[in-house]
């Protein structure tokens, strides 16, 4: 890690940040001179710190602060290194960190650790995931009363339309797209295709596959602070809120995902469009999960606006091949690439947490040899499913109790985000619809 900054002399100042439970970089500004004090022995700040609402408040009667003494923790880099901040206008790197006790136990708390916590059964087994996340977010002026497409920075006109695989779309906005695919190559983050979607100015890029399930979570997480971050130098908004428009389409996070044993062989193949027993077993775990993690896939007040019928977000738990109604989907092609489509997420969700619960629930499944229902055929929305929750209080009800999620996730974590969940319910029942989409559309 030092010789990243040997190697990068202009850098003059580092951050040092981990992701607190609802994905937000927690951490400090350290002058380059002192590097070597953290990459060594790491950082400290208050275990609380992980534990904070939306608005970066402490949570009320948490455990963590005033019960404790308001302990701190101790952070050490991942072992992700230091990556660059293209965003900023002088020379900066971002060193990733994750949250330890003082005797050198994973903090539980930390969204990250409980990824690794998920990835050690998968390890235990001699299999590994190999993970793929589609981002949908949109690109907004947010200057005045109400918001809108941008100008185009080529054209200087706004296009005040959706326009679904528009190469002009993407064309608009050629010069931001150019920028944000060379910060991407900087920071090594595998994005690849990139099209426009349903919403106005709604983009997705998808990032490549990879057998390291926490690099994948950390490329979605530092892409949501790139793209958010490089919008602002262009003089507009990105924003991976789940709704930021009532009458377009909700922004997605799908995550695509196989599993290979110690051979490299993916267990999903059968050498069949249907795919092995092993992926119905998955395929049943994250079924009968989904009412339990969907607090997972929606987070936040506004991610309900997203999960409703005929809106292009799954609303029922079922599975199909090729269908991108339901819940879940078995892309065809390729045998040997046969893989899960989890597509229940908004934009907005922590990618640790995203990817633990999913990645969780398919080893559940496994586990228990679980089958699940038939797949559906034609459109979800026309048949009598059963149904993810569709209220914040109701997601955050489920995730507390149900017993899948206590195989997922410590008591720890449950406990500190339902706190967190509640908290921002109680203060967010406070504020209009604009007062609430200007809270989400910079944080998520």
């Not at 963590?64 to 660059?84: M, S």
């Amino acid at each position: 890690m030092r010789n990243w900054l040997r190697k990068h002399p202009m850098v003059r100042t580092i951050r040092v940040a981990a992701a607190d439970l609802n994905g937000q970089p927690r951490g400090k500004r350290v002058p380059t001179r002192f590097a070597d004090k953290v990459v060594e022995g790491g950082t400290r700040f208050p275990m609380s710190v992980m534990n904070l609402d939306i608005w970066g408040e402490d949570i009320d009667d948490s455990p963590l602060v005033f019960e404790t003494g308001d302990r701190d923790g101790v952070l050490k880099p991942t072992e992700r290194g230091f990556v660059p901040m293209p965003w900023l206008e002088g020379p900066t790197a971002l060193l990733p960190l994750w949250m330890f006790h003082e005797d050198g136990r994973p903090f539980e708390g930390d969204p990250r650790h409980a990824l690794r916590r998920v990835l050690e059964r998968y390890d235990e087994k001699g299999l590994k995931p190999v993970v793929a996340v589609e981002l949908e977010f949109y690109l907004i002026d947010d200057s005045g009363k109400s918001f809108q497409v941008p100008a185009s920075p080529r054209s200087g006109k706004r296009r005040k339309a959706a326009e679904i695989l528009s190469i002009r779309a993407l064309d608009m906005f050629d010069k931001f797209f150019s920028d944000l695919y060379d910060a991407c190559e900087e920071m090594d983050i595998p994005a690849d295709t990139a099209i426009s979607e349903a919403g106005l100015g709604q983009f997705e890029i998808n990032l490549m596959h990879s057998d390291d399930a926490l690099r994948a979570a950390d490329d979605a997480w530092l892409f949501k602070m790139l793209v958010k971050g490089l919008a602002r130098r262009y003089g507009f908004a990105a924003s991976f809120m789940a709704k930021p428009y009532v009458d377009y389409s909700g922004s997605g996070m799908h995550t695509h995902f196989s599993v290979i044993d110690k051979n490299g062989q993916n267990i999903f193949d059968d050498g069949s469009q249907q795919g092995s027993a092993y992926l119905r077993h998955a395929v049943a775990g994250c079924m009968d999960a989904m009412p339990g993690s969907t607090l997972l896939f929606a987070p936040h007040a506004n991610s309900y606006d997203r999960l409703v019928p005929d809106n292009h977000a799954p609303t029922s738990i079922c599975w199909g091949y090729e269908n991108r109604t339901a819940a879940i989907r078995i892309p065809s092609g390729d045998p040997r690439a046969r893989r899960i489509e989890h597509r229940v997420a908004g934009g907005d969700v922590n990618p640790y947490l995203l990817i633990a619960g999913i990645l969780g629930a398919a080893m559940n499944g496994i586990d228990d040899h679980a089958e699940p229902c038939k797949p559906i055929k034609g459109s979800a929305y026309n048949q009598k499913l059963p149904q993810v929750p569709n209220t914040w209080e109701s997601a955050i009800e489920a995730f507390e109790k149900d017993e899948h999620i206590a195989r997922i996730f410590t008591p720890e974590l449950i406990r500190n985000y339902v706190a967190t969940k509640r908290q921002e319910m109680f203060y967010m029942a406070e504020l209009d619809d604009r007062e609430q989409v200007e809270i989400y559309l910079d944080t998520v």
